[in-house]
Structure formats: structure tokens, C-alpha cells
């Protein structure tokens, strides 16, 4: 499999603190993106970060990436109880498939 | 304009039972994906379509077969449901043509194998 890995698998932080979650992959990517799935719902793009990136930022959101580690993070700040759900990474190579990772399950507590 | 549909939202299928499940979109975009999603797995590539009348494997495709049967339309098909495929099935659609283009995900269908 060429999945990454999330880490951590889940997060419970109060409300108004930030989040951090963590991915890793396993081959040399061209994008690396990150997803949100509230419970019962199908995924909802978040951002998209390119190889040649460094940090990007949307909002309340900041993705970084480090092509020689391999992993990227996904940070939001000031957290809110609607932040409540699992965030996945995906990573593309340059074909049409997205290869995403396990996801973090987040419990933002009001 | 609905995006991305996907029927039915629930099924319960007996073991050697065949179905399928469809997918629709009025984004008019070029790419459509199938995806399975288990507990603890993440999301699986099951096939893809880059284009009309274009299909190929993704990570999982061994017991499901699908047609793009036109520009909006891209079913997937069980035809000897197992127990291993219970899971809940997304269909994903992308406009351009590489791993650049973000996907848009219909609601899932949640699939029970008896």
C-alpha cells in the first residue's frame, strides 16, 4: 500500500486551542492536500500545497511541508466546536490519483 | 446545481448478490473516482476514469467492475458482493487532468454484505 500515516489518530483539545496534525508519505509527490470529513459525510477539500512550497496558509489554516522528511502538518488555530471531525491527507505524484493517508480524528470540546 | 449524487445512500446485500452503485455529477468534470472507506484504513482507490470512455485500477479493484457510461456518469459494480466489501463507497470527481485538481466527494453509499 502506498498510504500514508496521520499522526496523531485522534485529538481532543478544548475549545479556542490549536490543532496539529501530522501526515507522512512514502513516495516523491508533486501536491500534497488535505481534506475534511465530518461524520457521515463525503470529503471537503481544504488547501493544496505544491512540491516547491514551504507553507500556505487559509485562514484559520496553515499546511506546511517538508519534501526531505517527507510529512507535512496541518495546524488550525483557535479552534472551534464546528472544527469537530476527521482530516486527511492526500498526496499526488503527478498521475490522476490522490493516495490519501488513514486521517485524525479531532474533538474540538466547547 | 447538486455537485456530486450518488444512489442508494444504504444497502444490504446477501453474499453472492450483484448491484450496483451509481454516481452522477453536473460539474462537468473530466475525472471520476471510486473510493471504499473502512474503519482504521482511510480512503482506497477502487478505479478511476481520467476521461470518457477511459477507465483504469486503483489500489483495491479486485471484485468490482465499472462503466463510464458517459461524461456525467460513472457506476460501480459488485457482481458477487462478499462480506469484505461491506464498506461505505464514495464516488469523487476532478475537473482537469493530473493529481492537481482538487476532489469534489458525493454524500457515500454505506454498503452491508450479509
Known amino acids: 500500500s502506498q498510504q500514508g500515516e496521520e499522526d496523531p489518530q485522534a485529538l481532543s483539545i478544548q475549545e479556542g486551542e490549536n490543532a496539529t496534525m501530522n501526515c507522512s508519505y512514502k513516495?516523491?509527490?508533486?501536491?500534497l492536500q488535505w481534506y475534511r470529513q465530518n461524520s457521515g459525510r463525503g470529503l471537503v477539500h481544504l488547501i493544496l500545497?505544491?512540491?516547491?512550497?514551504r507553507e500556505k496558509h487559509s485562514g484559520r489554516l496553515r499546511v506546511t511541508l517538508d519534501t526531505s522528511k517527507k510529512g507535512s502538518s496541518l495546524l488550525i488555530t483557535a479552534s472551534r466546536a464546528a472544527d469537530t471531525a476527521s482530516y486527511f491527507c492526500?498526496?499526488?505524484?503527478?498521475?490522476?490519483?490522490?493516495?490519501f493517508g488513514k486521517g485524525t480524528k479531532l474533538s474540538v470540546i466547547p | 446545481n447538486a455537485g456530486v449524487t450518488q444512489t442508494p445512500k444504504f444497502q444490504v446485500l446477501k453474499t453472492g448478490q450483484s448491484m450496483t452503485l451509481q454516481c452522477a455529477q453536473d460539474m462537468n468534470h473530466n475525472s471520476m473516482y471510486w473510493y471504499r472507506q473502512d474503519p482504521g484504513m482511510g480512503l482506497r482507490l477502487i478505479y478511476y476514469s481520467a476521461s470518457e470512455g477511459t477507465t483504469d485500477k486503483g489500489e483495491v479493484p479486485n471484485g468490482y467492475n465499472v462503466s463510464r457510461l458517459n461524461k456525467r456518469e460513472f457506476s460501480l459494480r459488485l457482481e458477487s458482493a462478499a462480506p469484505s466489501q461491506t464498506s461505505v463507497y464514495f464516488c469523487?470527481?476532478?475537473?482537469?487532468?493530473?493529481?492537481?485538481?482538487?476532489?469534489?466527494f458525493g454524500p457515500g453509499t454505506r454498503l452491508t454484505v450479509l
Open positions: 469523487a470527481t476532478a475537473g482537469g487532468g493530473s493529481s492537481y485538481n482538487e476532489q469534489f
Open positions: 492526500a498526496s499526488g505524484a503527478g498521475s490522476y490519483q490522490l493516495t
Open positions: 500545497i505544491r512540491s516547491n512550497e
Open positions: 513516495t516523491s509527490i508533486n501536491n
